[in-house]
Nanobody, 124 residues
Framework: QVQLVESGGGLVQAGGSLRLSCAAS????????MGWFRQAPGKEREFVAA????????DYADSVKGRFTISRDNAKNTLYLQMNTLKPDDTAVYYC?????????????????WGQGTQVTVSS
């Protein structure tokens, strides 16, 4: 099974930017669709963005569309999430996930491998 480690979270003011990274190890993820999810205190884990195995297809939650960009570097076995124009509502723990299939998905149960998460806090 693949191991996923997120990094890049932190505290930022509203309107600022952060770039999250997710490094995969244990096996290549070049044939796996991957995604980002987030979970705020007291709320369920929610879909943020997903990308197919090649990077040619992406999908975003309406709440982040136009502000966040998901990308991947298969040579580095790494997934990214560029987050711009951050809002206080974006505050959450962000999780990286990988699935066995090559196509994107939105439901957490479609992903079999998860990272530990990285905290993103946006102050107003």
């Amino acid at each position: 099974q693949v191991q996923l480690v997120e990094s890049g979270g932190g505290l930022v003011q509203a309107g600022g930017s952060l770039r999250l990274s997710c490094a995969a190890s244990g096996r290549t993820v070049s044939r796996s669709a991957m995604g980002w999810f987030r979970q705020a205190p007291g709320k369920e884990r929610e879909f943020v963005a997903a990308i197919n195995w090649s990077g040619g297809v992406t999908d975003y939650a309406d709440s982040v569309k136009g502000r966040f960009t998901i990308s991947r570097d298969n040579a580095k076995n790494t997934l990214y999430l560029q987050m711009n124009t951050l809002k206080p509502d974006d505050t959450a723990v962000y999780y990286c996930a990988a699935r066995e299939r090559m196509v994107v998905a939105r439901t957490p149960t479609a992903f079999g491998s998860w990272g530990q998460g990285t905290q993103v806090t946006v102050s107003s």
